[in-house]
C-alpha cells in the first residue's frame, strides 16, 4: 500500500509503503478495506526532491 504527503504528492521525504497480506480473503462475498496512516515523513530522508515546508499545497502537487 503507497503513502505520501496528504498535501503534495512530489514531497518525497513522505514517500512510503506497508505490506498487507490477507490469506484466504477477501471472500467472494465480502470486501477488504484498507486504511494505512503515517504521523511524519521518514526520519533522516536522504531522496532530495521537494521538503514538505516548500510545498504550497494549493493543487496537490507542488
Given amino acids: 500500500m503507497p503513502l505520501a504527503s496528504k498535501d503534495a504528492l512530489y514531497v518525497r521525504s513522505h514517500y512510503d509503503g506497508m505490506s498487507v497480506n490477507l490469506p484466504d480473503a477477501p471472500m467472494p462475498d465480502e470486501i477488504a478495506v484498507i486504511f494505512c496512516v503515517a504521523n511524519r515523513g521518514r526520519i533522516n530522508a536522504r531522496?532530495?526532491?521537494?521538503?514538505?515546508s516548500d510545498a504550497k499545497g494549493q493543487d496537490g502537487l507542488t
Fill in 47 to 52: 531522496v532530495g526532491g521537494l521538503k514538505l
